[in-house]
């Protein structure tokens, strides 16, 4: 008698539905899902890829410029996830790609939900928003957030004033 297995999944496989299974199968290297994130022409296996993905530059630039709206939202909700600590990407790294992210939105996310405070204090740094500042300024758990953020505000007022 003969068995049939069933294939493997294949990121290089001819349906979009196969490559999707070999992405969350975690049979795809960073480097594939660098390809894939940016060149597959399949929106949905593009999608799976990037939440997969660790490479802040390439989750930027897709939610940058991706022509899918949804791949674009996946790689923005990916980006603000990894640049809050929610993976082992390290500090110095997520701090660069912080200061060089123009989203306000993400910055934001940043400030109130990053593992570590030295990047809140980061973020609260890029922030003009006074409610936002003054929430931080009640609500963060540790003190020197609080007090940049109180800081920032009264910087704030002090331009809003001029």
Do not use: K
Not at 50 to 57: A, I, N
Not at 102 to 129: C, F, K, M, N, W
Request: aromatic share 4%.
């Amino acid at each position: 008698m003969w068995f049939h297995r069933r294939p493997r999944p294949d990121i290089h496989d001819t349906a979009p539905a196969v490559r999707r299974a070999a992405i969350n199968a975690g049979a795809v290297g960073h480097n594939a899902l660098r390809r894939v994130v940016t060149a597959d022409p399949d929106s949905r296996v593009r999608s799976t890829a990037v939440g997969r993905l660790h490479d802040l530059v390439i989750l930027r630039s897709v939610l940058e410029g991706d022509p899918d709206e949804s791949v674009r939202e996946a790689a923005r909700v990916r980006y603000r996830q990894l640049l809050a600590g929610g993976d082992t990407l390290d500090l110095d790294y997520r701090r660069a790609a912080l200061e060089a992210c123009p989203d306000t939105q993400i910055i934001a996310h940043v400030a109130r939900s990053a593992r570590e405070p030295l990047l809140r204090r980061v973020a609260i740094g890029r922030i003009h928003e006074p409610r936002l500042l003054d929430e931080i300024r009640h609500h963060d758990t540790d003190p020197t957030v609080r007090a940049a953020a109180a800081e920032r505000l009264a910087l704030e007022a002090q331009r809003f004033q001029r």
